[in-house]
């Protein structure tokens, strides 16, 4: 079995995304791993380059603004169309997973390599402001598939948010029971405001962030779910060296000093929406 890893990469230095942490943490796996880099403005392919990993094959590309949002599909399908690989392990610029999830995820594959199974799907953790909190209220997607059979029969679509077969059937999707953990959030708040005047640039109308607003704010972070859990390992450095999640301990502590899960390192998400209360 032949495991392809792939990713699609652009502006990743000025909009801070994790992107070499997202390849390190799931490279042990894959036998290579392709790095779709878009035109930047900024040194996307050095920072590439920077893991002097012989698995790691780049292939370049122009971005086609005038797509809009499906321009993120379409570069993710040049991406696995490159791939040469039973699976693509697909991450993007700000997921990581867990190296203890690792053993589990290729077992998986090997298991459903010659079965009907197009993907394989999982929890989708969003870290909000600090490392400290996750969104799970409404408008939140909590499940993604991550996975991919390499067969020329599913592709990335839309805004490269998931993925269809090319026949219009069903997917056939096999759940992993492991954690995504998204970090697209957690950028400070001027490299946050950033990102959404770029989203609004290719056509997410809600990401809308004027010009004169230097930052984006977070509101009251006591009003989402905590994580008791421990973080990959490739993200240790980001995590201890985060401003407001410094801050942010603090009152996790306080509030949570009894909880088991600070000694024991429970990764575990609430399976139950949380509504958007506020915490005076």
């Given amino acids: 079995m032949k495991i392809s890893g792939c990713t699609i990469a652009r502006n990743v230095e000025r909009f801070q995304y994790p992107v070499l942490e997202s390849i ?28 002097r990993e012989p698995k790691i094959k780049i292939i370049r590309s122009t971005w086609d603004m005038r797509m809009g949002k499906e321009v993120l599909s379409h570069q993710t399908n040049l991406a696995l169309r490159a791939c040469g690989g039973d699976w693509a392990f697909y991450l993007q610029s700000d997921e990581v997973i867990h190296e203890a999830d690792l053993p589990r995820l290729r077992r998986l594959m090997e298991q459903h390599k010659d079965r009907p199974v197009d993907v394989l799907r999982f929890k989708w953790l969003h870290f909000y402001g600090s490392y400290y909190r996750y969104r799970i209220d409404a408008g939140w997607y909590q499940k993604q598939d991550r996975i ?133």
């Fill in 24 to 51: 390190r943490s799931i490279l042990p796996i894959c036998d290579e791993f392709i790095v779709n880099i878009g035109d930047s403005e900024d040194n996307t392919e050095a920072i590439i380059r920077s893991l």
């Fill in 148 to 280: 991919v059979r390499l067969n020329g029969e599913v592709e990335s679509f839309g805004d490269a948010f998931g993925f269809r077969r090319t026949d219009g059937r069903p997917l056939r999707r096999v759940s992993t029971g492991c954690l995504l953990y998204h970090y697209g959030w957690v950028q400070n708040p001027e490299v946050m405001a950033r990102r959404r005047r770029n989203a609004a640039a290719i056509g997410y109308a809600a990401e809308s962030a004027p010009e004169n607003n230097p930052a984006y704010e977070f509101g009251n972070l006591r009003r989402f779910p905590v994580y008791f859990g421990r973080h990959p390992a490739v993200m240790r450095e980001r995590v201890e060296s985060h401003a407001l999640t410094r801050q942010d301990y603090s009152t996790v502590r306080r509030q949570y000093w009894y909880h088991p899960g600070f000694w024991l390192g429970w990764r575990y998400k609430t399976g139950r929406r949380v509504k958007q209360s506020i915490v005076p």
